[in-house]
């Protein structure tokens, strides 16, 4: 089994800066994907609200707490939770607890 490198970037993408280390290329993910990555959000970051259009997007929490919008809506999720948003509809999520936020994020296409 070959071990993959990763490429972990810094985006600012709503409060502070987030990382997000991609865990396959788009060679990997042969058309089906559009990304399969590990994001770190810090204490007092936020990944703003956007839409989706033409994905969808699931998260799975690994470690922290996040305030999760979900289409306006808002929810505290934990390590264990998994967050889908639909194609079409809008999320965000802000790590509100007193270590990094930190989860698996998949985007597939609906194309």
């Given at each position: ?5 990763h490429?972990t ?15 396959l290329?788009p060679?990997e ?15 007092g ?8 259009v033409d ?9 922290g707490t ?5 289409n ?10 998994t ?10 999520i ?18």
């Open positions: 089994m070959p071990i993959m490198e490429n970037v810094a985006a600012k993408k709503g409060k502070g800066e987030i990382f997000i280390t991609h865990l290329t060679k993910m042969v058309g089906k994907c559009e990304m399969f990555a590990s994001v770190k959000i810090p204490v970051a936020s990944l703003n609200v956007h839409q989706h994905n969808n997007e699931t998260y799975h929490i690994i470690q996040g305030l999760y919008t979900d306006g809506k808002t929810y505290t999720v934990k390590a264990g939770d967050t889908f948003c639909a194609d079409g509809d809008t999320h965000g802000e790590n509100v607890g007193d270590e990094d936020l930190i989860f698996i994020a998949l985007i597939i296409s609906t194309k």
